[in-house]
């Protein structure tokens, strides 16, 4: 069965950085377009960054700059890289297998001011 594990989540203060992974196993990792999601209290969740299997990159405008997608496809582990990291960027995070469509569990980030 297919499983996606994201960790990395944590509390970090305004301006910190924090690296997320999400662990596939079950599928076929490296022929799956790959995304990280989120979800800020009281609001949609929405789609932050996404990585094909060709390694071609979409962010979000928010985390331009900020924030780098990546995998590793004989570790079958995406990540999620992210700096400079404001109160704005708290939310449950996910990462969702996009062809798929498997989603993980979440990681809390946590960014105080």
């Known amino acids: 069965q297919v499983q996606l594990v994201e960790s990395g989540g944590g509390l970090v203060q305004s301006g910190g950085s924090l690296r997320l992974s999400c662990a596939a196993s079950g599928m076929i990792f490296m022929l799956e377009t790959m995304a990280w999601y989120r979800r800020a209290p009281g609001k949609q969740r929405e789609l932050v960054a996404s990585?094909?299997?060709?390694?071609?990159?979409y962010y979000t405008e928010a985390v331009k700059g900020r924030f780098t997608i990546s995998r590793d496809n004989p570790k079958d582990t995406m990540y999620l890289e992210m700096n400079n990291l404001t109160p704005e960027d708290t939310a449950v995070y996910y990462c969702?297998?996009?062809?798929?469509?498997?989603w993980g569990q979440g990681t809390q980030v946590t960014v105080s001011s």
């Open positions: 969702k297998a996009t062809d798929s469509n498997y």
């Open positions: 990585i094909t299997s060709a390694g071609h990159t």
